[in-house]
């Protein structure tokens, strides 16, 4: 290996190290607990080095984001894919992503709360957003009639998700009928 293999793999490393104590940070004290000073102390590099790999907070917490869209979309197609029919497509992806932002709250509200610096729903999407919204958009089009545009059908079945778990996690929601709320989703949608 020549030495400038071993430095790009040390810095893509070093990449790594940043945005998974990101990640470990701001899901133990949230996201305003993530600042490029304790980052820096987290890993213990400097802030220049911190710099030299992202321009900022926002940066990294983009980075993050697009990670977590990644694990999103795997979840989803695992999920969907298992599903015998559209029907338990439909309720097994509710259920999964439903799951992954109650277990990772400060990852989920990177992908979908927070403003950052990523452009959703263009072309210029990194690719692993456009994944997760192709997943969910591959679960909706078995139910998308011949006049239904299957975008909106599939932004508005998502904005249902998201609206849903927002108001459960701000307390505007009884937790104990989240299931019932969730099914009822699932049951508009999928007939």
Known sequence: MSIQERRERERAERGRLIVTTARELAEAEGWDAVTTRRLAEEIEYSQPVLYSHFKGKDAIMAA???????????????VRTSANDPQQAIAAV???????AEQRPALYDVMFTHIVDLPFATPQAPPALQEAFAELRETVRPFAGADDNLEILVETFWSGLHGLLALMRSGRL????????????IRRFST
């Open 64 to 78: 993050v984001a697009v990670e977590g869209c990644a694990e999103l979309a795997a979840e989803l197609h695992t």
């Open 94 to 100: 509710g259920a999964a992503y439903a799951a992954f």
């Open 174 to 185: 009884r937790p104990e009928d989240h299931d019932r709320r969730l099914a009822a989703l």
